[in-house]
């Protein structure tokens, strides 16, 4: 299995920056897909950034030109970097793996994948 653990959440008030951490207990190459996801109390959870093994990230267009997900192979962290954050990006934040090594020519892309294996999360609060 791969073991994530999140860190780097905190209070900001809007227009300010946090960098979250992910830390995996396998390694980096165990999973094709790594992701960020969020969810604000009462929402739906929603994917905010994958991350191809291969290097090739996708954005929630919420988010995009804002935050930028990054792989660090060496250490198996995944991070992700946020800029100009806003109220409307409290949430609680998770990281994910998909847990598969490989994929076919069916691949609908990480942001369309399942994500079998999930952090604890890490809050999130930007203030007005």
């Not at 900001?12 to 830390?23: D, I, K």
Request: glycine letters at 14%.
């Amino acid at each position: 299995q791969v073991l994530l653990v999140e860190s780097g959440g905190g209070s900001v008030q809007s227009g300010g920056s946090l960098t979250l951490s992910c830390a995996t207990s396998g390694p980096a190459s165990s999973s094709y897909c790594m992701g960020w996801f969020r969810q604000a109390p009462g929402k739906e959870r929603e994917g905010v950034a994958t991350i191809e093994h291969t290097g090739t990230t996708s954005y929630a267009d919420s988010v995009k030109g804002r935050f930028t997900i990054s792989q660090d192979s060496a250490t198996n962290t995944l991070y992700l970097r946020m800029n100009s954050l806003e109220p409307d990006d409290t949430a609680i934040y998770y990281c994910a793996a998909d847990g598969t090594l490989h994929y076919g020519l069916d691949f609908p892309g990480c942001l369309s994948v399942d994500f079998g294996f999930w952090g604890q999360g890490t809050q999130v609060t930007v203030s007005s």
